[in-house]
Nanobody
């Protein structure tokens, strides 16, 4: 079965950096677009970034453009999220998710119900 395991969360001060990792198993890694979602207390889960199966295409939410970078290592079945210049509003549980478009639509999705598999999440706390 598919397993996604996130790591790398923690507490940092505003302006700091963290690197999240997601280890994937049980899926054809190169065929799935990998996403990072986040959910802050009292808010809906939102898509932060995504990377295509080949790694050639990426998507970033406006709120993280220029600060976050997604990458993937197909040899290790890992996805990474480098987060720089973190702000208190980035505080959330960050989730890794896998998605494969079955209907010839867009290669990524912003809708959490579209995701095929989820990790359990890792908490990122940014203090001011």
């Amino acid at each position: 079965q598919v397993q996604l395991v996130e790591s790398g969360g923690g507490s940092v001060q505003a302006g700091g950096s963290l690197r999240l990792s997601c280890a994937a198993s049980g899926l054809t890694f190169s065929s799935d677009a990998m996403h990072w979602f986040r959910q802050a207390p009292g808010k809906e889960r939102e898509c932060v970034t995504a990377i295509s199966g080949s790694g050639a295409s990426t998507y970033y939410a406006d709120s993280v453009k220029g600060r976050f970078t997604i990458s993937r290592d197909s040899a290790r079945n890992q996805v990474y999220l480098q987060m720089n210049n973190l702000q208190p509003e980035d505080t959330a549980v960050y989730y890794c998710a896998a998605y494969r478009d079955q209907y010839g639509r867009r290669w990524y999705s912003l809708v959490y119900n579209d995701m095929d598999s989820w990790g359990k999440g890792t908490l990122v706390t940014v203090s001011s």
